[in-house]
């Protein structure tokens, strides 16, 4: 399974130039991000976590304010993994809030599949396969269509697994560009 999200992520950063008819009609931004993980004991992934995501084009509504960005989340497609961590590809919903002309938070939500430990091994022990994930950023917009962000992310199974549930938070840094 890693050779395949391997696989799947370099496809995603091949990818990157999105071509114009599906860049803004379908493609609503794409990101690259590096980060770590938040807990440094031996049952946590070691080392840098690489991710590339794809955020669809919003939902849309006849609302405005904040009504408007929480009724027009993005679908959000993603991978990460390194050479020391658990791989991941995840699908979930993300919310896009502006704060300033500049400043803006974001949050979301979906589920995630995996390749790590589940009840035995080194590294995390999640317990089963498929997980819940969590994740918030704050950004900045340095110009029309690129944007860059601190983000955080999180994955477990909630305790629903018959097993362990050692989760996986990471903390990094993404450059997105939107179309």
């Given at each position: 399974m890693k050779s395949c999200l391997a696989v799947a992520l370099a496809t995603v950063l091949a990818g990157l130039p999105v071509s114009s008819a599906l860049?803004?009609?379908?493609?609503?931004?794409?990101?690259?991000?590096?980060?770590?993980?938040?807990?440094?004991?031996?049952?946590?992934?070691k080392?840098?976590?690489?991710?590339?995501?794809?955020?669809?084009?919003?939902?849309?509504?006849?609302?405005?304010g904040l009504a408007k960005a929480l009724l027009e989340p993005r679908v959000q497609v993603g991978v990460s993994g390194g050479a020391d961590a658990t791989d991941q590809a995840y699908l979930g919903l993300n919310w896009h809030v502006p704060i300033t002309e500049a400043f803006f938070a974001e949050i979301g939500a979906g589920g995630t599949v995996?390749?790590?430990?589940?009840?035995?091994?080194?590294?995390?022990?999640?317990?089963?396969?498929?997980?819940?994930?969590e994740h918030a950023a704050l950004g900045v917009r340095v110009s029309e269509t690129v944007n860059v962000m601190a983000t955080i992310d999180h994955s477990s199974n909630a305790n629903l697994c018959n097993g362990p549930n050692d989760g996986i938070t990471h903390a990094g840094l993404a450059v997105g560009v939107r179309f």
């Open positions: 860049a803004g009609d379908l493609v609503d931004e794409v990101r690259v991000g590096v980060g770590g993980s938040l807990n440094g004991d031996s049952s946590h992934d080392g840098l976590v690489g991710s590339a995501e794809v955020y669809l084009a919003p939902f849309h509504s006849s609302q405005t995996h390749n790590g430990n589940l009840d035995s091994g080194t590294g995390p022990l999640l317990g089963c396969r498929f997980l819940f994930r």
